[in-house]
């Protein structure tokens, strides 16, 4: 095959794996602005609709006017600007622990400190459905990786009895998430927990989907189960619920301070916009709020909106458990030709697709928003009815 740019493009083309940007004119919003168009906006991750939240552009402007827009370089090349200690003070204090290290994006939180945590000879035990970053952290690692079936407890058990017996100095992390990104589904984390402490390992969970949306103050999954003091690395992200940008480590002191002399994509990458640490920090504050606790409400009932007046079998699998609503239909194709008649209706919900999930369980990845009104997830069941309704039309004319 011809290595040419081109040919690697027609090659995803024809695979339905090519992607395109699509130029959106607007904040982000339950409605957004593409071209000429408006529309109703599934695809984002800004589950408290906090993106576009007044408060948080306030901070922001109060940061810049204070601090200036750029940072410099590395925190530990210029001295670190107070903002960003302000927020790790409130991010340890928000999720209990003793001390936090933000980053300059969820993905560099993740590579940064699997990176941080483990050396050649150690064992990093993954979930098959773990996020890119995590995969990605634990490539460059270097580290044995071992796999384990989507929330498999069996198997993640044997993979931990195997890594016990190499040799005595091999550190052991179990590397998962709380909430899944692309399923939506949450992790058996007492189940997990109680394995890891048989087999002496570490924990290292990625609350990115379930913080600001699940358990008190939106404090994330292993909190709401009273698990948190057994998970000994809490990472999250600033850029979802958060309505921000950056990701965090959560844990004791001594990790934090190993991550600072560690993790390299910390200390080799500029700090974020001090700016940006303020418009956070109103971000933490606001989940511990009565106007945290009325949005995380709204979500709850949009969701639950959803899920009862959905066509039972575009959803047949999905209970109650985020905010992330996949419609599973199997091949690129056909999650394609959904997600553009979706749009040709004026809503944008993504067809998610290989490499994000495995090779034909392409999907529409549906997300709710506090800030979506009981109308709008109206329109949306709608419109879905209707496209299970030419799906089934479609597989009659087949027939
Ligand atoms: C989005 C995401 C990340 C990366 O966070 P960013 O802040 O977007 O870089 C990490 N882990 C999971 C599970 C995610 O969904």
């Given at each position: 095959m011809s290595r040419s740019f081109e040919a690697q493009l027609a090659d995803l083309r024809s695979r339905s794996l090519l992607r395109r940007l699509r130029e959106i004119?607007?904040?982000?919003?339950t409605v957004i602005e593409s071209g000429e168009r408006q529309l109703i906006n599934f695809?984002?991750?800004d589950y408290l609709g906090l993106a576009n939240a007044p408060e948080l552009i306030a901070a922001a402007h109060e940061g810049l006017e204070k601090y200036g827009v750029?940072?410099?370089?590395?925190r530990l090349v210029c001295g670190t600007q107070s903002p960003h200690l302000t927020l790790e003070r409130k991010l340890a204090e928000w999720k209990r622990t003793e001390a936090a290290l933000s980053f300059s994006s969820g993905y560099a939180a993740a590579v940064g400190t699997i990176g941080a945590l483990v050396r050649r000879d150690d064992v990093l035990v993954m979930d098959k459905l773990a996020h890119a970053s995590l995969i990605d952290g634990a490539r460059l690692s270097g580290a044995i990786v071992r796999v384990f079936p989507h929330n498999h407890i069996g198997k993640l058990e044997s993979h931990l009895r195997w890594a016990r017996?190499?040799?005595?100095e091999t550190r052991v992390v179990i590397v998962t998430e709380?909430?899944?990104?692309?399923?939506?589904d949450q992790a058996p984390l007492a189940e997990i927990v109680e394995v890891k402490k048989r087999y002496d390992a570490l924990l290292l969970l990625d609350e990115a989907h379930a913080?600001?949306?699940?358990?008190e103050n939106g404090r994330g999954l292993a909190d709401k189960l009273g698990l948190s003091s057994e998970v000994e690395v809490q990472m999250g992200t600033?850029?979802?619920?958060?309505?921000?940008s950056g990701g965090y480590i959560c844990g004791r002191r001594p990790l934090i301070d190993v991550l600072i002399n560690r993790a390299r994509s910390f200390f080799f990458s500029t700090a974020p916009p001090p700016a940006l640490a303020v418009a956070a920090s109103a971000a933490v504050d606001l989940l511990s709020s009565p106007e945290g606790e009325r949005r995380r409400q709204n979500l709850l009932r949009n969701v639950k909106q959803l899920l009862l007046d959905a066509p039972h079998d575009l959803l047949?699998?999905?209970?109650?458990?985020?905010a992330i609503i996949p419609v599973m239909l199997g091949d690129e194709d056909t999650a394609m030709a959904a997600a553009q008649w979706l749009l040709e209706q004026g809503f944008l919900v993504p067809a998610i697709r290989y490499p994000t999930v495995?090779?034909?369980?392409?999907r529409l990845r549906i997300t709710l928003s506090a800030a979506h009104s009981p109308e709008q997830i109206s329109a949306l069941t709608d419109v879905l009815t209707n496209l299970h309704l030419r799906r089934q039309e479609a597989d009659a004319e087949q027939a």
């Open positions: 004119d607007s904040p982000q919003g695809s984002s991750n750029g940072s410099g370089a590395s017996e190499q040799s005595a709380s909430v899944f990104s692309m399923d939506g913080i600001g949306v699940v358990g600033l850029s979802k619920a958060l309505g921000c047949p699998h999905t209970r109650l458990q985020s495995p090779k034909g369980s392409a």
